[in-house]
T-cell receptor, first 113, second 114 residues
Framework: RKEVEQDPGPFNVPEGATVAFNCTYS??????FFWYRQDCRKEPKLLMS???SGNEDGRFTAQLNRASQYISLLIRDSKLSDSATYLC??????????????FGKGTKLSVIP | SQTIHQWPATLVQPVGSPLSLECTVE??????LYWYRQAAGRGLQLLFY??????ISSEVPQNLSASRPQDRQFILSSKKLLLSDSGFYLC?????????????FGPGTRLTVL
């Protein structure tokens, strides 16, 4: 099983739609979780951290399910500017190895007018 | 605020030639620094990380090397490039004492080896 798995997509959705991405991780000792956004031919940028209780930032909601080892990202009222690749990121454990982020390959989202 | 710079932005090199990519961070001290590679259709692969001057840890054995001559400078090098070295090279930093492990990326260098 790969360390971090994501559906590569692409997800093609109309403007205004709600879209959700899931990501599974294999290491049950993982401590920190993030969603990054990467535009075409650009660097990844932090979208949001994922907290155990779930968290929301405007139209974006992230949730963590430790029992099933997956995290999710929900985007409501999709905008054209949301078109990008969304990367699921996990840190393997706390302590010395905690800065070694493990990235999924990303899920590509295209929001269509 | 903190900023991270990488250069060059793009590079086309012949097989067997040397490589030197540079990364500098401004606005912070004692950062952790990282080099990643993103090959076409693949995820980000951590190549090296550094927790201080002269301290380099390698994640993947290969013909690349890294050095940290100054606190906020990180260099990726190769003596002889291979075709398989083509990719998007990203430098990142994180606060040394951060509890969130968040990493921030530079704009990247797109390397094509011919």
């Amino acid at each position: 099983r790969k360390e971090v798995e994501q559906d590569p997509g692409p997800f093609n959705v109309p403007e205004g739609a709600t879209v959700a991405f899931n990501c599974t991780y294999s290491n049950s000792a993982s401590q920190s979780f993030f969603w990054y956004r990467q535009d075409c031919r650009k660097e990844p940028k932090l979208l949001m951290s994922v907290y155990s209780s779930g968290n929301e930032d405007g139209r974006f909601t992230a949730q963590l399910n430790r029992a099933s080892q997956y995290i999710s990202l929900l985007i409501r009222d999709s905008k054209l500017s949301d078109s990008a690749t969304y990367l699921c990121v996990v840190t393997p454990s706390s302590g010395a190895g905690s800065y070694q982020l493990t990235f999924g390959k990303g899920t590509k989202l295209s929001v269509i007018p | 605020s903190q900023t991270i710079h990488q250069w060059p932005a793009t590079l086309v090199q012949p097989v067997g030639s040397p490589l030197s990519l540079e990364c500098t961070v401004e606005g912070t001290s004692n950062p952790n620094l990282y080099w990643y590679r993103q090959a076409a259709g693949r995820g980000l692969q951590l190549l090296f990380y550094s927790v201080g001057i002269g301290q380099i840890s390698s994640e993947v054995p290969q013909n690349l090397s890294a050095s940290r001559p100054q606190d906020r400078q990180f260099i990726l090098s190769s003596k002889k490039l291979l075709l398989s070295d083509s990719g998007f090279y990203l430098c990142a930093w994180s606060p040394r004492l951060s509890i969130t492990d968040t990493q921030y990326f530079g704009p990247g260098t797109r390397l094509t080896v011919l």
